[in-house]
């Protein structure tokens, strides 16, 4: 079978799917603007899904890019059976969509004392922390500056370290008032792209470069640029014109991201950024702020047990919550986001893309041979599987 009939196949399969459950792709490039949906049923893409995987090999497409079509195709059909109708237990779905098992449960405790340390004073942890947070909070009116600000450091150092594929391209930051995440990266033309910001979320001075850098540089928007001229453009790899979300290939996306402003600065990251956001008029304790916040992202592993409370566990709402507020140290109005995104059927797993996929994207910019950024380059200029990651880390 010719290469291009199964990266064409593969690539009607993944929009069909898009079009049977809005938000499946997350990102779509080339010409894929005209194709126009067969109106698939789920369980007519489950058959098609499972025969395209049975001719892949026979593609001639390598070993890599092989291996990276037949996770993706598995992780289609896995979704289209819960579209279905068909009960997929949690464990499963994070297995066959994200390439990873699911992650066990973490111990909170160590990360609580150490915040017990870093924020001394009355009251109870919870109640020092939101204080330190609320101190932190960007005002409103202040938020397209520091966001422009960032934006302008990150990209600049992005292009010192060969991370930016081309020269011709931009990000629109654009604040929106209230929405389910805190925000949110769009392409919207070739090297061009738009970062949707919550003020409502409350953005803090200590997360604003980790929010510039996941969403922009070297986050979604440089990864799409080197996805588009380096795979698709320069070696032709058409099926990563389009990003599927629930899949292993989501999962080292949001995985770099989350790991995007570490590749630029290392965890040393508070003056740095304090002083960006120091000439914006938002001066912080960045050695504070990095401190602290590096205890915060292990707590991020909560929410993955909150997910299997919710969906594998069947616990009541009210029970996540209060696991999300005594675990995740979060306030009333931040569990209750968390809980809304947790409690889409089609999200339950998505938590796991970005703490898993945090951890294995970390351990492989901190191997050893190479720098953070070229180890950057060398995940996104390749078809990689979080199987191949782990491979090479266990090697």
């Not at 066959?96 to 009355?122: F, M, N």
């Not at 979604?220 to 032709?236: F, P, Y």
Request: proline share 6%; aromatic share 4%.
């Amino acid at each position: 079978m010719p290469d291009d009939d199964a990266v064409c196949d593969y690539l009607s399969l993944a929009l069909e799917l898009g079009h049977r459950l809005p938000g499946a792709v997350g990102t779509r490039s080339g010409d894929l603007a005209a194709w126009q949906p067969r109106g698939l049923s789920p369980g007519a893409l489950v058959r098609e899904a499972g025969l395209l995987a049975r001719r892949v090999p026979d593609a001639g497409l390598g070993a890599r890019r092989e291996r990276f079509l037949l996770a993706q195709l598995a992780a289609m059909e896995c979704t289209a059976r819960r579209l279905a109708g068909q009960a997929v237990p949690l464990a499963e779905e994070v297995a066959t969509c994200l390439g990873i098992p699911l992650p066990a449960d973490v111990d909170h405790r160590p990360a609580h004392r150490e915040l017990d340390a870093l924020l001394p004073g009355p009251g109870d942890l919870a109640a020092r922390l939101a204080a330190h947070r609320a101190r932190d909070a960007v005002p409103r009116a202040l938020l397209p500056g520091a966001l422009a600000a960032l934006a302008a450091d990150l990209r600049e150092r992005c292009r010192r370290a060969g991370l930016l594929a081309v020269d011709d391209e931009d990000v629109e930051f654009v604040v929106v008032d209230d929405a389910p995440w805190s925000a949110l990266h769009r392409r919207v033309g070739p090297g061009r792209s738009q970062v949707l910001v919550n003020a409502g979320a409350r953005p803090r001075r200590s997360r604003l470069a980790h929010l510039v850098a996941h969403e922009a540089y070297p986050g979604h928007h440089a990864e799409q640029l080197w996805r588009e001229t380096v795979l698709v453009g320069g070696r032709g790899w058409r099926e990563h014109e389009v990003v599927l979300l629930r899949s292993p290939q989501a999962l080292l996306s949001e995985g770099a991201a989350e790991t995007a402003l570490h590749v630029l600065l290392g965890p040393d990251w508070g003056e740095t950024v304090a002083g960006v956001l120091g000439a914006a008029g938002l001066p912080f304790d960045g050695a504070l702020a990095q401190r602290v916040e590096a205890c915060t992202a292990r707590l991020a592993a909560v929410r993955v047990r909150a997910a299997v409370l919710l969906h594998g566990e069947r616990a009541r709402p009210a029970d996540v919550l209060a696991h999300l507020r005594a675990r995740a140290l979060l306030d009333e109005a931040g569990a209750r986001r968390v809980l809304r995104s947790l409690a889409d059927p089609h999200r339950r797993g998505q938590v796991v893309a970005y703490v898993a996929g945090a951890d294995l994207v970390r351990r492989w910019l901190d191997h050893p041979g190479a720098t953070p950024a070229q180890r950057w380059r060398e995940l996104h200029g390749g078809a990689w599987t979080p199987r191949d990651l782990a491979d090479v880390l266990r090697r």
